[in-house]
């Protein structure tokens, strides 16, 4: 619920009471209205794997190319790379956040040239079933992505669904340009903390903001005049899935037959939006119902009383 929205409760709440039947109920319909749950106004959509499906092969090259680039541009050992970007996607959703916040640092631009500039996208087909789907359904749509703009702006239009969105949160939304190259001095080495982690030390923050840190999903939602209570969110990660539940989004994992904690609804594929959208809806629907019974119950109740 909206500030104004809340505000203008509070203003009709604020009647003096009065003895009458008919204040008493309306006192009460006005206890639904306040608790009755917002309308869905925006879909949130992330993009590799959520829009296109995790078979394409492209998040498998792209996971290539990151660790490409940890031992061509940042000479990390060939024989650490693979466990190193496991462990610092973990503990900080992206291996680029990660590297950052051990000490690395790079040229954003130069890092996402490397990762994503060299990736197949013919692999992508356009999807005119998806497009229809998403031109079809009259509510505002948003991408919010870790990755950065050119490539939101290729598999878009790969895929067919450059004009689909009304908005763009990705990379660049949320951090400012870094021009700075690499730079070996004050290294952690998260290595040796994951496996004998000294008393008292805790891993270093990072200064790049991405899902799943619930700040940054925060931050975007506010940059997008996105309120969490009247949107869906879609992503294929469980983590992205969590932290999005826990900013106050209703919840679609998609890739997924099974329910994990924090999601509202899974889909199998992207395709399926209307499944989602229709269940969602209905046990809104439901909720709201309980409330105006319980809310009618209630009013009859003082309405005995007072008569």
């Known amino acids: 619920m909206s500030r104004k929205d809340t505000v203008a409760v509070g203003h009709m709440s604020g009647v003096p009471p009065s003895s009458s039947s008919s204040s008493s109920k309306m006192s009460y319909e006005d206890l639904y209205h306040k608790n009755q749950k917002p309308k869905v106004d925006c879909l949130i959509f992330d993009l590799d794997d959520t829009l296109y499906p995790l078979n394409s092969g492209i998040a498998a090259e792209c996971l290539q190319n990151i660790r490409d680039y940890m031992v061509e541009k940042l000479w990390i050992e060939k024989s650490e790379v693979e466990e190193l970007s496991n462990l610092l996607y973990k503990n900080y959703g992206t291996t680029m956040a990660g590297l950052r916040a051990i000490g690395y640092s790079f040229n954003y631009d130069d890092y996402h040239s490397f990762v994503h500039g060299r990736l197949h996208y013919e692999k992508l087909k356009p999807d005119p079933v998806l497009r229809h789907l998403l031109l079809n359904l009259p509510i505002r749509k948003v991408i919010f992505t870790n990755a950065d703009r050119i490539h939101v702006a290729k598999a878009l239009r790969k895929l067919g669904l450059e004009d689909c969105f009304q908005g763009i949160i990705c990379f660049e939304t ?10 070996e001095r004050n290294l952690f080495d998260v290595l040796q903390h994951s496996v004998s982690p000294a008393p008292g ?26 309120e969490p209570g009247r949107a869906i969110f879609f992503d294929d990660s469980v983590r992205n899935i969590q932290a999005a539940k826990g900013v106050g989004l209703r919840t679609v994992l998609v890739g997924s037959s099974h329910r994990i904690k924090g999601a509202d609804f899974v889909l199998e594929s992207i395709h399926n939006i209307r499944e989602a959208l229709s269940e969602l809806r209905e046990e809104t629907d439901k909720s709201e119902d309980i409330v105006l019974r319980q809310s009618n119950i209630a009013a009859k109740t003082v309405t ?4």
């Open 174 to 183: 949320l951090n400012e340009p870094n021009g700075e190259f690499f730079n």
């Open 201 to 226: 030390v805790e891993l270093p923050k990072t200064p790049v903001f991405c899902k799943p840190s619930e700040f940054a999903m925060e931050y975007a939602l506010r940059l997008a005049n996105i």
């Open 304 to 307: 005995s009383v007072t008569a």
